[in-house]
Each structure stands twice: as C-alpha cells, then as structure tokens.
C-alpha cells in the first residue's frame, strides 16, 4: 500500500503538500508528527473518506486516482478511523456476530481474549470507557483478518498498561504478513513495534528507516522526539 504525493488544502489552508505514506507486508510502519501536521487528514485522503487534491493510492498492482474505501476492503485492507467504528445502537458482541457471519475467525476467540474485550461482548458503545472502544475497535479489526492495517490512533485513550496488549496484537498481525501502517503520539510504544518511521511536518513526509535510524535524525529528535519525550 503506497499513498503517494498527497496534497489537500481547506480554503486557504494548506494541510498536505506532497505527503507520502505507505504499509509493507510483514512490517509495521508507523506515521509521526506533531497534532495537527495532517496524519488524520493523509489517512483520510487515502481512504477516499476526503478528496485529495493530488496525489495517487497504490494497492495491490492498481493505481487509483480516486481511491474508494469499499474497493481495498474487498481486496483484505482495514481501515481503522481515529473514532467511531463502534455502532451506537448494537452490542459489541452483535457487531461481531455480524463480521464474523460474512467473515469466519477461526481464531476469534483467541483475539478477544488477547486483547481482554471477551467480557465487552454485552456492552453498548456507551457503556465502554475510552480504552475499551479502542481494543474492541481493534479486535473488530483483527477478526476480519486484513492482509493490510490502516490504524489510526490505535494507541489513544489506552490505559498504559494495556498498550502492550494492542502493540503486540499490531505486532503479530505484521508478524503473520500482513502490511500495517499506524499513527500516534505514544512514541515508546510505537518506536518499540516498529520497523520502519515516516515524519510528517510542514505538509509533507520523511522516510527515517527503521527506529534506531530515526533516534539519530538530528531534526527528528529535535522538533518531534524532544517535545515528546519527557
């Protein structure tokens, strides 16, 4: 998965100039920058959720002017919004019954235990706490077993001690080949399961290679990893 050259702006406004981001099979890659940089926005764009105006989003061998999120999940890609993945109106435990109707999980069971929302299958969106909906959100995601992880924010509102249960699932997923791309603010978690860095500031992207590539990068560490690690 490659989104390449994005640019978008609002009015006058310009959030991307020439942004690139992509996801590598049996990698996890993750996507940094200050809030507000446009990381949302860049995901967004490539999802066909907003209309980029430029750029191009290669999946699989097809290069698509105009990316339309329903043509990647019939080709195995998940995209997991920073928010609102939950229905309102149906149980956890019901959405899942319907993923799993079109989707058989020969292994659900071991993915809601692995990221302890076995006990959520009753609850109502309303009823979760913040790091809740995130690791049912997560554990929807993972039950539909994806050959690529779009994720955004799959960190936020996580208690701490429950991060290392959503990395590790992130890092499995990579692990068993498929191509996931993440972004987030939870620098040591994220630098811990990654393989590979991408900056974004000033509406555009940097390729850092791999975490201890990315800790040597004088203005990285100045500008992102200096106001983050205290």
């Avoid at 999940?73 to 993923?99: C, H, I, K, N």
């Amino acid at each position: 998965f490659v989104a390449d050259s994005m640019g978008k702006s609002f009015g006058r406004k310009t959030v991307l100039k020439s942004a690139t981001a992509w996801a590598t099979r049996g990698r996890v890659t993750v996507l940094m920058g200050l809030n507000g940089c446009g990381k949302s926005t860049l995901l967004r764009c490539a999802m066909g959720q907003q209309r980029a105006d430029h750029g191009t989003v290669r999946f699989g061998h097809v290069t698509y002017q105009r990316p339309r999120l329903w043509r990647f999940a019939m080709e195995g890609l998940f995209y997991l919004p920073d928010r609102g993945l939950l229905s309102r109106r149906l149980t956890f435990g019901a959405q899942v019954r319907l993923l799993t109707s079109r989707f058989p999980t020969p292994d659900l069971d071991k993915i809601l235990d692995r990221l302890e929302v076995d006990t959520l299958l009753s609850s109502r969106r309303r009823e979760m706490s913040g790091g809740e909906r995130r690791r049912a959100e997560l554990a929807l995601a993972l039950a539909r077993r994806p050959n690529c992880l779009i994720a955004d924010e799959p960190l936020t509102e996580v208690e701490p001690k429950d991060r290392e249960l959503v990395a590790g699932s992130l890092r499995k997923l990579a692990d068993e080949g498929a191509a996931v791309l993440v972004t987030g603010h939870e620098i040591h978690d994220l630098l811990d399961m990654s393989d590979d860095v991408i900056w974004m500031a000033a509406g555009t992207t940097h390729g850092l290679g791999p975490p201890a590539a990315a800790k040597r990068h004088v203005q990285f560490c100045r500008e992102y990893l200096g106001r983050n690690l205290d």
